[in-house]
Nanobody
Framework: QVDVEESGGGSVQAGGSLRLSCTAS?????????MAWFRQAPGKEREFVAG????????LYSDSVKGRFTILREGTKNTVHLQMNSLKPEDTAVYYC?????????????????WGQGTLVTVSS
């Protein structure tokens, strides 16, 4: 079993910032995971937000967040952060962290075997 846990959600004003954190743990001591953030707003399908490869040599962002959000890996550990700046009301969603052992590409949802429970981000005007 691989446990994925997110934290850092909350309510902020438009233009504000939040920092989400996620840790994947369990199964083996040595496995490093590709990790990503997805989000789902009411009435919408879950969408890719940002991802980072296990070796940190590649990151990917959705067009809607590029330039505002940054995904960071904490050293070589299976811990990542999503720094969200210049938040907009349309960023309001439940944010999910996901981890994968096998990767086709970072934005492909089916790559990810392990998912957190989600953390709610609410951005008000």
């Amino acid at each position: 079993q691989v446990d994925v846990e997110e934290s850092g959600g909350g309510s902020v004003q438009a233009g504000g910032s939040l920092r989400l954190s996620c840790t994947a743990s369990g199964r083996t001591f040595s496995t490093n995971y590709h990790m990503a953030w997805f989000r789902q707003a009411p009435g919408k399908e879950r969408e890719f937000v940002a991802g980072i490869k296990r070796n940190g040599d590649s990151t990917l962002y959705s067009d809607s967040v590029k330039g505002r959000f940054t995904i960071l890996r904490e050293g070589t550990k299976n811990t990542v952060h999503l720094q969200m700046n210049s938040l907009k009301p349309e960023d309001t969603a439940v944010y999910y962290c996901a981890a994968a052992e096998y990767l086709i590409r970072l934005s492909v949802e089916d790559n990810y075997d392990y998912w957190g429970q989600g953390t709610l981000v609410t951005v008000s005007s």
